[in-house]
């Protein structure tokens, strides 16, 4: 059974950092694309992050450039989302997604798998 778990949501001050993980258990997790999306309430699913089979390539939604850094572990079925200089902008609850394909991808439409999302919250 696909199961992908995310954890490390909270609730933070603006300028603080979080640092999100989600643990999949996915067969051939290297082969796997993985996102990390954020939907905030009245608003549709966003694109934050996407990050290739080993690392080497990540690509970010301009709101987030330069701030966040997505990471994967393939050793421990994991990827992460380090994010700093958060802003109340960015309080929304975060999903973890996996797309079967090696090809990178914004449109959530193209990924298969999800997890149950992890609620970050930003005050001012």
């Known amino acids: 059974q696909v199961q992908l778990v995310e954890s490390g949501g909270g609730s933070v001050q603006a300028g603080d950092s979080l640092r999100l993980s989600c643990a999949a258990s996915?067969?051939?997790?290297?082969?796997?694309?993985m996102g990390w999306f954020r939907q905030a309430p009245g608003r549709e699913r966003e694109f934050v992050a996407t990050?290739?089979?080993?690392?080497?390539?990540?690509y970010y939604a301009d709101a987030v450039k330069g701030r966040f850094t997505m990471s994967r572990d393939n050793a421990k079925n994991a990827v992460f989302l380090q994010m700093s200089s958060l802003s109340p902008e960015d309080t929304a609850v975060y999903y973890c997604?996996?797309?079967?394909?090696?090809?990178?991808?914004?449109?959530?439409?193209?990924?298969?798998?999800w997890g149950q999302g992890t609620q970050v919250t930003v005050s001012s």
């Open positions: 997604a996996a797309r079967p394909s090696p090809v990178l991808h914004r449109n959530p439409d193209e990924y298969v798998y």
């Open positions: 996915l067969r051939g997790f290297r082969s796997y694309v």
């Open positions: 990050i290739d089979w080993n690392g080497g390539t990540a």
